[in-house]
């Protein structure tokens, strides 16, 4: 009988925490089931729709004028992610303590860096399903990584990752293949 009272009260200790943070953000979309153990931070108008039974544990940040789309079953975990564009992120994904970025924040080009960031500075983020992204890890702009794929920690993700492979380092290099 303790238990089941334990669970209740953990149940509605997440409906209560949902319910608040819907009220306090308009652009939040949640889940059914969601547990935020934690706290999220959202910034800049950025709108974000998180799956259902995801759980957000520590602080969760989203920032940009851009769209973050989070699936069902994930866990993020002191996760930042800045959307200008877009960042999609598919169903049973881990993101452990990274950054998540689909922008540059500023123009490259010497004469142009105190300008406001134009198009060509900013490119959606796809990290398609079951993947994984380790602590301090950090995913730029315009980056597909590929289903069942893992992101060692404090890697560096400039280009697109395939399906099934482990990458670490920075530069990014793959490590091992899941499929071979």
Request: charged share 25%; glycine share 10%; proline share 4%.
């Amino acid at each position: 009988m303790t238990a089941i009272r334990h669970g209740l009260a953990v149940r509605t200790v997440f409906a209560v925490k949902r319910g608040w943070y819907r009220l306090r953000y308009p652009r939040l979309r949640l889940g059914a089931g969601v547990q935020i153990r934690g706290r999220l931070r959202l910034r800049r108008g950025v709108r974000v729709s998180i799956g259902d039974h995801t759980r957000l544990n520590k602080l969760v940040r989203f920032a940009g004028s851009g769209e973050v789309r989070v699936g069902a079953h994930c866990l993020l975990n002191a996760t930042w992610i800045g959307a200008w564009t877009s960042v999609t992120i598919g169903d049973r994904c881990l993101l452990s303590d990274c950054e998540l970025f689909d922008n540059d924040f500023h123009n490259l080009a010497p004469a142009r860096r105190h300008d406001p960031p134009t198009a060509a500075s900013r490119a959606p983020i796809a990290v398609e399903d079951n993947v994984w992204i380790g602590a301090h890890a950090l995913v730029m702009k315009g980056v597909r990584i590929g289903r069942d794929s893992v992101v060692g920690a404090a890697t560096v993700v400039r280009t697109d990752v395939p399906p099934g492979v482990v990458v670490i380092g920075n530069p990014q290099q793959i490590a091992k293949k899941f499929h071979d």
